[in-house]
Nanobody, 125 residues
Framework: VQLVESGGDSVQAGGSLRLSCVIS????????MGWFRRAPGKGRVGVAS????????YYDDSVKGRFTISHDNAKNTVYLQMDSLTPEDTAVYYC???????????????????WGQGTQVTVSS
């Protein structure tokens, strides 16, 4: 599985961005797709994930109500719509795929196998 993110940019607080992640390879193995971020000086954390088969979604509390994850089967692409951005959202954002199909810890990076290269999001005040 190969993952390629795009859509990162610099925006002002209150603005919006949509990140895209194009998926290729053995996509039939994928059960979840997730978005993670690593802020400067911090570890990587999960922000949103989606269970491919029924589109169930999971969000970290820090982004609930502001971020929306979605999946387009026809385009093999996962999106992260980010609204009401704040400087605290500044980070490198990564998409990742998970083959493990149970519902436990959907935002744990340790359960995801394949990762994209990341895309930078910078939010200025």
């Amino acid at each position: 599985v190969q993952l390629v993110e795009s859509g990162g940019d610099s925006v002002q607080a209150g603005g919006s961005l949509r990140l895209s992640c194009v998926i290729s390879g053995d996509t039939y193995r994928i059960r979840y797709m997730g978005w993670f971020r690593r802020a400067p000086g911090k570890g990587r954390v999960g922000v949103a994930s989606i269970y491919i088969s029924d589109a169930s979604t999971y969000y970290d509390d820090s982004v609930k109500g502001r971020f929306t994850i979605s999946h387009d089967n026809a385009k093999n692409t996962v999106y992260l719509q980010m609204d009401s951005l704040t400087p605290e959202d500044t980070a490198v954002y990564y998409c990742a795929s998970r083959e493990r199909g149970d519902t436990a810890i959907p935002l744990s990076e340790y359960t995801y196998r394949n990762w994209g290269q990341g895309t930078q999001v910078t939010v200025s005040s």
